[in-house]
C-alpha cells in the first residue's frame, strides 16, 4: 500500500516497495513449486541439503531462503532452515489447512494476466472458476480449504443476522462445499436438521471433514449442480461465496431457484467476502474483486443488484447487516407465509 508523502524521495521509495514486493510474491511462488515447504515438513534442513533435495542450482540459493525467512515463512538456526507454524500448517502438503495449489495453481495465474482480464472482460484461467478445480482433486482440496478459511469468521455473523433460527427446522447450505458452516450451525442449534448440496466432486471431502468433527449430528450431503438439478426444500436457504462466481442471468437463476426452495415463512441467506454495496471498499475487499474477474471474467455483482434479483424472485423482504472487517452485508431475504 503507498501512503502519500511529503517528499518526491519518499514516494519514489514507496513506489519501488510496492514494486518489489512482486518478488516477495515469486518467492513463495517458487518454494511452492519446488515443494520446500513439505520437504522441511519432515525437519530442518542445510542450504546444501535443500539444494540437493531440490535439485537447484545453487546461485541465488542463500538468498531467496533469506528472503523466505524475512518474510516469516523460514526459521534459521545455525546453518538450517526450517518452516514457521504458519508454513507447516497453511504451504506444506500435509498441514491441515494446505492452500499452496490454490495460490500456485489459480490464484498467482489469474493475477499474472489481469491486464487481459481488465481489457477483455474475460476470465483468464482455462475452464475459469470450479471448471478448472474439480478436475484436480489436490486442487480442490486445497481450493476449498482456503474457502473454509475466508468464512471461518462468519457463523456468529449469520447467528446474529437471523433471529429465526429457534423457530426452523430445516437448513440447506446450497453450494457449501465441506460443510463447514453448516455443521458449525448445527451445533449452535442442534435442533436443526441440514444438508449440503454441491457438485459430486466434493462428496469426499464433505465425508471426511464430517469425520474429523465428530459432530454428534452431521449435515447430510446431496450431490448436483444447483443449475439443473431438483434442489431439495428447507426453512432456512443459505448461500456463501456463490452467487459472484457467475454472470448476471445464472445469479438470478439462482436466486430464483433459492426462492423455489425456500419454505413459505422461511429465509434464504447470502455472504460473500467480495459483496459490495454502491461504493467500492478498501483494498482488502477490491484484490478479491480483481481476482474474481480474472479467475471467472463475471461483472461486478453489488449489494442493491442482489436485493433487486431477490424481490424479483419472490422474496417479501431484504435486509442486511455488516460483518467482519472490513465490513460485509450478511443479506436475509424472507419468504412470506
Not at 524475512?70 to 489447512?97: E, F, I, Q, S, V
Request: net charge negative; charged share 20%.
Amino acid at each position: 500500500m503507498v501512503t502519500p508523502t511529503a517528499s518526491p524521495e519518499a514516494g519514489f521509495a514507496d513506489i519501488t516497495r510496492l514494486a518489489g514486493s512482486y518478488c516477495s510474491t515469486r518467492a513463495l511462488v517458487s518454494a511452492l513449486e519446488f515443494d520446500l515447504f513439505t520437504t522441511l515438513h519432515t525437519g530442518p534442513a542445510t542450504e546444501d541439503e535443500i539444494r540437493s533435495a531440490l535439485g537447484l542450482h545453487g546461485r541465488g540459493l542463500r538468498h531467496w531462503l533469506g528472503l523466505l525467512v524475512a518474510l516469516g515463512l523460514l526459521k534459521r538456526h545455525g546453518d538450517r532452515y526450517g518452516n514457521t507454524p504458519t508454513a507447516d500448517l497453511y504451504l506444506a502438503r500435509a498441514g491441515m489447512w494446505y492452500m499452496g495449489d490454490f495460490i500456485r495453481k489459480v490464484m498467482i495465474p489469474s493475477l499474472d494476466d489481469l491486464s487481459a482480464a481488465l481489457r477483455t472482460g474475460r476470465q483468464q484461467v482455462p475452464g475459469g472458476g470450479m471448471g478448472t478445480v474439480v478436475d484436480d482433486p489436490e486442487l480442490l482440496r486445497s481450493s476449498i480449504i482456503t474457502m473454509d478459511m475466508l468464512t471461518g469468521d462468519v457463523v456468529p455473523a449469520l447467528l446474529a443476522a437471523y433471529e429465526g433460527w429457534n423457530d426452523q427446522r430445516t437448513l440447506l447450505d446450497l453450494g457449501g462445499g465441506r460443510g463447514s458452516v453448516a455443521a458449525q450451525l448445527v451445533a449452535a442449534h442442534p435442533h436443526l436438521s441440514a444438508a449440503v448440496f454441491d457438485l459430486p466432486a466434493m462428496a469426499p471431502l464433505f465425508e471426511e471433514n464430517m469425520a474429523q468433527r465428530e459432530a454428534a449430528r452431521a449435515p447430510a450431503f446431496h450431490a448436483g449442480d444447483f443449475f439443473t438439478d431438483p434442489l431439495p426444500t428447507a426453512d432456512i436457504v443459505l448461500m456463501g461465496n456463490v452467487l459472484l462466481d457467475w454472470e448476471a442471468e445464472q445469479r438470478k437463476l439462482l436466486v430464483r431457484r433459492a426462492y423455489t426452495s425456500t419454505n413459505p415463512g422461511g429465509a434464504l441467506i447470502v455472504y460473500d467476502h467480495r459483496l459490495q454495496g454502491t461504493t467500492p471498499g478498501g483494498q482488502e475487499s477490491l484484490m478479491p474483486n480483481l481476482l474474481t474477474l480474472a479467475l471467472c471474467g463475471v461483472s461486478e455483482y453489488t449489494l442493491d443488484d442482489l436485493s433487486a434479483d431477490a424481490r424479483s424472485a419472490g422474496f417479501d423482504a431484504v435486509e442486511h447487516r455488516p460483518h467482519g472487517s472490513p465490513p460485509r452485508p450478511v443479506v436475509v431475504c424472507r419468504r412470506a407465509r
